[in-house]
T-cell receptor
Framework: DTAVSQTPKYLVTQMGNDKSIKCEQN?????MYWYKQDSKKFLKIMFS???????INETVPNRFSPKSPDKAHLNLHINSLELGDSAVYFC?????????????FGNGTRLTVT | DAKTTQPTSMDCAEGRAANLPCNHS???????VYWYRQIHSQGPQYIIH???NNETNEMASLIITEDRKSSTLILPHATLRDTAVYYC???????????FGTGTSLTVIP
C-alpha cells in the first residue's frame, strides 16, 4: 500500500552509462516531483510535473530527462552519468499546484556512480 | 533559495517536549509553513502545516507568531524514534516550490 514508490532502491553504475529511476504514486495526485539530496544532505528540487506537463525545471543538466507517461508516473532518465550525479533521488507527489496540500515522498533511490 | 533559518542541532530528553524554532521573516501573506522530518536516509515525512492559526495533529503542534515571521514545532512527549532532521519550509506558490533548508538535527536522549 505504498503511496509513493521508487525503483530501484539502490543503483550502482559506472561513469558514462545511462540509467533510469521509476516512480509511481497511487494517491490520485496531479503533481509529481523529483528532488536530489547530495552528500551534505541538502534537498534540492529538480523537476515538477502537473498532469503530465513540466512546470518546474530547475537548473539541471539536460542529461537529466524526466518523463511522465501518465499522471501517476514520473520517471527520471539520466544520460552519460558523472561522478557528481551520485546522490539520493527522491520522488514526491502532491494533490495539486494551487492548494496547500503537502508533498508525499518516496523512500529514495541511492545512486552511486563509480 | 530557502526562506527559512533553523538551528543546526538540538537535544531533548526523552519524555520531554521538544520545541523546534524556525525563522521565516520574509514570508508572504499567502505562504504556508510546512514541517517535515527525515529519519536516517528515508524519504522526508510530512508532519504538519499552517498559515496563521496554531495547528495540532496526532504528531505535533505548530505555533505561528502573530506577525508570522517565526514558528515553533512542538513534539509534546519526545521519544527516541523522534531523533531525525526536522525541516521547516515556506511554500512559494509561484511555481509551486517547496524549498528545503538545512534543517535541525534533533537528538532525543534517553
Amino acid at each position: 500500500d505504498t503511496a509513493v514508490s521508487q525503483t530501484p532502491k539502490y543503483l550502482v553504475t559506472q561513469m558514462g552509462n545511462d540509467k533510469s529511476i521509476k516512480c509511481e504514486q497511487n494517491l490520485g495526485h496531479d503533481t509529481m516531483y523529483w528532488y536530489k539530496q547530495d552528500s551534505k544532505k541538502f534537498l534540492k528540487i529538480m523537476f515538477s510535473y502537473n498532469n503530465k506537463e513540466l512546470i518546474i525545471n530547475e537548473t539541471v543538466p539536460n542529461r537529466f530527462s524526466p518523463k511522465s507517461p501518465d499522471k501517476a508516473h514520473l520517471n527520471l532518465h539520466i544520460n552519460s552519468l558523472e561522478l557528481g550525479d551520485s546522490a539520493v533521488y527522491f520522488c514526491a507527489s502532491s494533490r495539486g499546484t494551487v492548494d496547500n496540500s503537502p508533498l508525499h515522498f518516496g523512500n529514495g533511490t541511492r545512486l552511486t556512480v563509480t | 533559495d530557502a526562506k527559512t533559518t533553523q538551528p543546526t542541532s538540538m537535544d531533548c530528553a526523552e519524555g520531554r517536549a521538544a520545541n523546534l524554532p524556525c525563522n521565516h521573516s520574509t514570508i508572504s501573506g499567502n505562504e504556508y509553513v510546512y514541517w517535515y522530518r527525515q529519519i536516517h536516509s528515508q524519504g522526508p515525512q510530512y508532519i504538519i502545516h499552517g498559515l496563521k492559526n496554531n495547528e495540532t495533529n496526532e504528531m505535533a503542534s505548530l505555533i505561528i507568531t502573530e506577525d508570522r515571521k517565526s514558528s515553533t514545532l512542538i513534539l509534546p512527549h519526545a521519544t527516541l524514534r523522534d531523533t531525525a532532521v526536522y525541516y521547516c519550509i515556506v511554500r512559494v506558490f509561484t511555481g509551486n516550490q517547496f524549498y528545503f533548508g538545512t534543517g535541525t538535527s534533533l537528538t532525543v536522549i534517553p
